[in-house]
Every structure is written in structure tokens, then in C-alpha cells.
């Protein structure tokens, strides 16, 4: 009897090493592939969505071995940040995703205020001074009004990098994107919609030559992405491109390429990983 249950124990503690060894490899960061840094990416989700858009995206870093941490802010109405979570001095490349309690209102003001808040957050809280941003549909407008108010102020974490992944920058199909739209050799387009004019103003950013910018973008085989046409998320290029550090965009097709599937598309994942944290 003693030794049957010396050989149970014997089995646990086998198996309860090969957990342990898993999850150790499972949760190691890969400094081989990717970047050893502390900056921190922020993702930001769309119209009335919810950080829920961005997990998705931010697992599958996880997955890859950029990261083993991944917290949430909390955004409320007000502008009060709450994180969920929280980042050590030594974590590697953590996450941040923002969840916005009020998350349909596309107000200027309201947008740059949150986001301006999250980073003041991030640099007080965790003492942070360089992010990525990633944004999807609306969560576009966040940065985009971050960076024409806010990339110029040093005494918040400064923008390396950014993901526009859906956006729609010269409006939206249906609702405020001018029909029968072209663009022209260098990207413009040939009617600007009133979102595009405001943003025009990103070109005045004197630290906008320090930020590299990838676009993606869906065509589900009619040059959109069932919600925003392409010419309109391909408008960001005039916007940026002659001014910042680099300008990159690519495109998805397939059913995975709709406007709310993008966030969930490993295809996406791919690009996405590579553009921020591979060597």
C-alpha cells in the first residue's frame, strides 16, 4: 500500500512538472523574435463596442511570445481612467486595452480628452514614455485627434508607432462619406468630407516625422469593407505619408475582411505583430 501511493505521489508530482514547464514556455517573452522594450501598446476599439474588440488581437501577442502582459482602462463618461490590472517595472511590452464607457459619441474634444487621459494615466501610474497605438474603426479617430493635439507635447508618453486598422477617414459609406469618390495620385481624395478636412490639421505635427503608420484595411469584393470603402480607409496615406517616419498599407479580402471581423482576423494578427514588435 505504501508503495502504491508513493507512486501516485511520484505521478503528480511528474505531471504537476510538465504543467509547470508548459506554462513557463507558454508565458515566456521571445526576446529572440521580438523587441525586449517597455513601451507600451494602447489599442483602442470602435463605435459602440468595448475592449472586448481588442482581446482578440492582444491574445494572440501573447500567443506569440511578445508579451505576457495585457491590463484594461477604463474610460469613464467623465474622462476618469480606472485600470484593471497592472504593469510591473520589468514587463515587456505590455498591452493596454481601453475600454470607453461612453463609446458612441465621435466628439472631438470628448476623444482627444479620454485618450489624452489614458496616456497622462499610463505615464503617471507605470511611468511610460513611448506607445504604440492601435485603433479600429472609430478607435482611429482617437488617435488621430491624439496625435494633431497631443503628439507634440513631451511631457506625455511620445507615439512610435500606429495601426489604423478599418478607418475611415474620409467618412463613413451611407452617412458622411461624399459619393462617387476617386483618389487622386497622391492619395487625396477628389470630394473631402468634413472628418477628412479636420484631419488635415496632422500635418502640422512637428513630431509626426518620428511616427511610422501601418494601414489596414478590408475589401470584401466590392472596395469595401461592407461598412467603409476602401478609398476612404486609403485616404490616410495623403494625410501622413510625406511627413511621417513611414507609411504602409495593406490589404485583406475574404470574409474575414468585413469591418468587424478585421480585429478578429489572424491574418491581421500576423501583420499587426510583425509591424510592432519584430527585430
Known amino acids: 500500500m505504501a508503495i502504491k501511493k508513493l507512486s501516485i505521489l511520484l505521478g503528480m508530482l511528474v505531471i504537476g512538472g510538465i504543467i509547470l514547464a508548459y506554462n513557463s514556455v507558454q508565458n515566456k517573452v521571445n526576446t529572440t523574435t521580438y523587441h525586449h522594450a517597455q513601451r507600451a501598446t494602447v489599442f483602442f476599439h470602435g463605435y459602440g463596442s468595448s475592449s472586448n474588440a481588442e482581446r482578440h488581437m492582444a491574445q494572440a501577442a501573447k500567443r ?54 489614458v496616456m497622462l494615466s499610463l505615464e503617471k501610474r507605470y511611468g511610460i514614455t513611448e506607445v504604440n497605438l492601435v ?109 511621417a517616419k513611414s507609411y504602409r498599407e495593406v490589404k485583406f479580402t475574404g470574409k474575414k475582411a468585413q469591418h468587424s471581423q478585421l480585429h478578429e482576423n489572424s491574418q491581421v494578427d500576423r501583420v499587426l505583430i510583425e509591424f510592432l514588435w519584430k527585430k
Open 135 to 243: 485603433g479600429h474603426s472609430m478607435g482611429n479617430m482617437s488617435i488621430m485627434y491624439y496625435i494633431i493635439h497631443e503628439a507634440d507635447n513631451l511631457r506625455l508618453p511620445q507615439v512610435v508607432k500606429v495601426v489604423d486598422i478599418a478607418g475611415h477617414f474620409n467618412g463613413i459609406k451611407g452617412m458622411n462619406e461624399p459619393a462617387n469618390v476617386q483618389l487622386n495620385k497622391d492619395g487625396t481624395p477628389t470630394k473631402k468630407s468634413a472628418t477628412y478636412q479636420s484631419l488635415e490639421r496632422i500635418r502640422q505635427v512637428k513630431n509626426l516625422d518620428k511616427i511610422q503608420f501601418l494601414n489596414l484595411y478590408g475589401d470584401i469584393d466590392n472596395q469595401s469593407d461592407g461598412r467603409v470603402s476602401n478609398t476612404s480607409s486609403q485616404s490616410l496615406r495623403s494625410l501622413v505619408s510625406e511627413k
Open 64 to 117: 506569440a511570445g511578445v508579451t505576457k502582459t495585457i491590463i484594461e482602462a477604463d474610460v469613464s463618461e467623465n474622462g476618469k481612467v480606472t485600470f484593471h490590472g497592472t504593469i510591473k517595472k520589468d514587463d515587456i511590452n505590455p498591452i493596454i486595452l481601453v475600454n470607453y464607457r461612453n463609446n458612441r459619441d465621435g466628439n472631438e474634444a470628448k476623444l482627444t480628452r479620454y485618450s489624452k487621459n
